[in-house]
């Protein structure tokens, strides 16, 4: 079975920094497509970060030179680097998994994971 369980999420001021993990289990981690998205209250959830599993990664816009998107394939584990966290990046962040592959230069649209985490909180205060 599947599963996907985030961590490191927490409250926090602007320009601060965290690291978020995701503990892959119940797959061959190393076939699988990976991807952080996050949502806030009253929006739409949003594609933040992916990577494929030989290490190509895509970017939204909004985070694009502050966020970093990493795996240790030894360990079946995602990261999420934040750094000058800002308060528009308040959100429930979730990382997700797909046993396809994507080709484009952007960060997939949910539909395209089949697998999710429960989320992980992230609050930044101005």
């Known amino acids: 079975q599947v599963q996907l369980v985030e961590s490191g999420g927490g409250s926090l001021q602007a320009g601060g920094s965290l690291r978020l993990s995701c503990a892959a289990s119940?797959?061959?981690?190393?076939?699988?497509?990976m991807g952080w998205f996050r949502h806030a209250p009253g929006k739409e959830r949003e594609g933040v970060a992916s990577?494929?599993?030989?290490?190509?990664?895509s970017y939204a816009g909004s985070v694009k030179g502050r966020f970093t998107i990493s795996q240790d394939i030894a360990k079946n584990t995602l990261y999420l680097q934040m750094n000058s966290l800002k308060p528009e990046d308040t959100a429930m962040y979730f990382c997700?998994?797909?046993?396809?592959?994507?080709?484009?230069?952007?960060?997939?649209?949910?539909?395209?994971?089949?697998?999710w985490g429960q989320g992980t909180q992230v609050t930044v205060s101005s």
């Open positions: 119940g797959y061959t981690y190393s076939n699988y497509y």
């Open positions: 997700a998994a797909a046993n396809d592959h994507w080709y484009a230069d952007s960060v997939p649209p949910e539909e395209f994971f089949t697998y």
């Open positions: 990577i494929t599993s030989d290490g190509s990664t």
